[in-house]
């Protein structure tokens, strides 16, 4: 399965910017989706995940409430839509498909494919 991410930028604190994720080469709605970003020297910090019908989501405690993924399966396609950003939110943000159980979803080594990632900073 290939990954590409697109959509980062550079927004004021208190904007909104839409993630997207375009998954091509595999059968999308067979996999869990997530979103996991990351900073220079840090870990991958997981983000969000969604199931595979999209009934199911998570959210890192960070960005609950500010933040949601979604899905469109005909379209192969999985989003985040990033609101009230915070200058902590700069990162880089990847997507990434996996099939692990539901227990292991905020662990980044459990996904089998990974986007490139896109940039997205928050200013101040």
């Known amino acids: 399965v290939q990954l590409q991410a697109s959509g980062g930028g550079l927004v004021q604190a208190g904007g909104s910017l839409r993630l997207s994720c375009a998954a091509s080469g595999g059968t999308f709605s067979t996999y869990l989706m997530a979103w996991f970003r990351q900073t220079p020297g840090q870990e991958r910090e997981f983000v969000a995940v969604i199931a595979r019908r999209g009934g199911n989501t998570v959210y890192a405690d960070s960005v609950k409430g500010r933040f949601s993924i979604s899905r469109d399966n005909a379209k192969n396609m999985v989003f985040l839509q990033m609101n009230n950003l915070k200058s902590e939110d700069t990162g880089v943000y990847s997507c990434?498909?996996?099939?692990?159980?539901?227990?292991?979803?905020?662990?980044?080594?459990?996904?089998?494919?990974w986007g490139q990632g896109t940039q997205v900073t928050v200013s101040s």
């Open positions: 990434a498909a996996g099939s692990m159980n539901w227990g292991s979803v905020r662990f980044h080594d459990m996904y089998y494919y």
